[in-house]
């Protein structure tokens, strides 16, 4: 099987002078070229700032003409135009899947414009299924996994008590001050508009490996809608696949979907940190989220808080009996090896378009 995938090949921030694989490469490239029998074409969306629309076009159909793949996968980027997989996926000349990274608060938003651009479309997020069914769409919905060869395991001492790594949102600001305060324990975090900053890869392993409890948070709390930035969502927003610098605009025509989009962030979908802790034989105590199944077996496998007073309780407890959190640690690790990884992940999504399962 050739397969053309099209994604972000480098994750970078040139203000910074940050530049990394991105996780596209990282988990669906690498992943991709583990699978017997297979071939991977790497088309970079990173073109899109060097290049027109239509020459991007011209250079895809002339990869599909000369290289001839089975298969052309595309994780979903708004400032694509779609018009150019509408078109490859109605020549009928390969199957078409986009991978849509962010349905809880991108599918109101972007991606229900993208119906029709597809053979088939991946969610990750539950409530999504239904979406794109109701849009005619063939759907697969699946969780998220990791490449277990990018997150190994490291015997290294625990020196960390709590950890972050993502984004420092101002709610995430807020409620880690409000945990360290009624804890009493220190949490080291990482990542944007943290004093930690962004960190690479490779430090991000070391900081989850030495961490007692690597917490991971999962959409907004309920308060937050109460913002006035979050109650704008409802009527403004920027143009569909407009660039971040694009003018704001009233949107009264979609104020069902935009609400519909805002109320997703207090029932997110989980994110791929949930398998990368666990890769790593790592402790995981993360926000309640939605998940297709059950990926982990709660309190033996991976430990969730459904509140915040309900955090702080488990970070103690977990901190005071390390036994329990290395044999939950254990378990975790064992399973991701089992069921969650993108090589796995992949021949689930092939198996089902072709009707295996």
Same mark, same amino acid.
């Given at each position: 099987?050739?397969?053309?995938?099209?994604?972000?090949?480098?994750?970078?921030?040139?203000?910074?002078?940050?530049?990394?694989?991105?996780?596209?490469?990282?988990?669906?490239?690498?992943?991709?070229?583990?699978?017997?029998?297979?071939?991977?074409?790497?088309?970079?969306?990173?073109?899109?700032?060097?290049?027109?629309?239509?020459?991007?076009?011209?250079?895809?159909?002339?990869?599909?003409?000369?290289?001839?793949?089975?298969?052309?996968?595309?994780?979903?980027?708004?400032?694509?135009?779609?018009?150019?997989?509408?078109?490859?996926?109605?020549?009928?000349?390969?199957?078409?899947? =986009?991978?849509?990274?962010?349905?809880?608060? =991108?599918?109101?938003?972007?991606?229900?414009?993208?119906?029709?651009?597809?053979?088939?479309?991946?969610?990750?997020?539950?409530?999504?299924?239904?979406?794109? &069914?109701?849009?005619?769409?063939?759907?697969?919905?699946?969780?998220?996994?990791?490449?277990?060869?990018?997150?190994?395991?490291?015997?290294?001492? &625990?020196?960390?008590?709590?950890?972050?790594?993502?984004?420092?949102?101002?709610?995430?600001?807020?409620?880690?001050?409000?945990?360290?305060?009624?804890?009493?324990? &220190?949490?080291?975090?990482?990542?944007?508009?943290?004093?930690?900053?962004?960190v690479s890869h490779e430090k991000m392993l070391d900081v989850m490996s030495r961490s007692r409890i690597n917490l991971n948070f999962s959409g907004q709390p309920l308060h937050s809608f109460l913002r006035p930035k979050s109650l704008a969502r409802i009527l403004i927003r920027r143009p569909p696949g407009?660039?971040?610098?694009? &003018?704001?605009?009233?949107?009264?025509?979609?104020?069902?979907?935009?609400?519909?989009?805002?109320?997703?962030?207090?029932?997110?979908?989980?994110?791929?940190?949930?398998?990368?802790?666990?890769?790593?034989?790592?402790?995981?105590?993360? =926000?309640?989220?939605?998940?297709?199944?059950?990926?982990?077996?709660?309190?033996?496998?991976?430990?969730?808080?459904?509140?915040?007073?309900?955090?702080?309780?488990?970070?103690?407890?977990?901190?005071?009996?390390?036994?329990?959190?290395?044999?939950?640690?254990?378990? =975790?690790?064992?399973?991701?090896?089992?069921?969650?990884?993108?090589?796995?992940?992949?021949?689930?999504?092939f198996d089902v378009i072709e009707g295996r399962t």
């Amino acid at each position: 099987m050739k397969i053309l995938l099209v994604a972000l090949r480098y994750f970078s921030d040139k203000a910074k002078g940050f530049k990394e694989n991105s996780f596209e490469y990282n988990n669906y490239y690498l992943s991709l070229k583990k699978l017997p029998k297979t071939e991977v074409i790497f088309y970079p969306t990173d073109k899109l700032g060097e290049l027109s629309s239509g020459e991007i076009r011209q250079e895809l159909l002339e990869i599909i003409r000369s290289e001839r793949p089975n298969v052309l996968i595309f994780v979903l980027n708004p400032y694509f135009d779609k018009e150019i997989f509408r078109e490859i996926t109605k020549s009928k000349k390969l199957t078409t899947i =986009g991978i849509i990274p962010d349905d809880d608060g =991108g599918f109101f938003d972007s991606w229900r414009h993208w119906a029709g651009c597809f053979d088939w479309v991946v969610t990750y997020y539950p409530p999504a299924v239904k979406w794109h &069914k109701e849009l005619g769409e063939r759907v697969i919905g699946i969780n998220w996994a990791v490449n277990p060869d990018l997150y190994p395991p490291k015997d290294t001492e &625990k020196d960390i008590d709590v950890s972050f790594v993502g984004r420092g949102s101002p709610q995430r600001k807020q409620l880690i001050v409000r945990i360290e305060k009624r804890a009493g324990v &220190k949490i080291s975090c990482f990542g944007p508009d943290w004093p930690g900053g962004i960190v690479s890869h490779e430090k991000m392993l070391d900081v989850m490996s030495r961490s007692r409890i690597n917490l991971n948070f999962s959409g907004q709390p309920l308060h937050s809608f109460l913002r006035p930035k979050s109650l704008a969502r409802i009527l403004i927003r920027r143009p569909p696949g407009a660039t971040r610098d694009a &003018k704001l605009m009233f949107d009264f025509k979609n104020v069902r979907g935009n609400f519909l989009t805002l109320k997703n962030m207090v029932r997110p979908m989980a994110r791929a940190r949930v398998f990368e802790v666990p890769a790593m034989r790592a402790f995981l105590l993360t =926000g309640p989220a939605l998940y297709f199944g059950e990926p982990f077996t709660e309190g033996k496998e991976i430990v969730h808080y459904r509140t915040t007073g309900d955090l702080i309780l488990k970070i103690k407890y977990y901190l005071a009996h390390k036994e329990e959190r290395e044999a939950i640690a254990e378990a =975790g690790y064992q399973r991701v090896l089992r069921d969650h990884t993108f090589e796995a992940w992949f021949r689930y999504i092939f198996d089902v378009i072709e009707g295996r399962t």
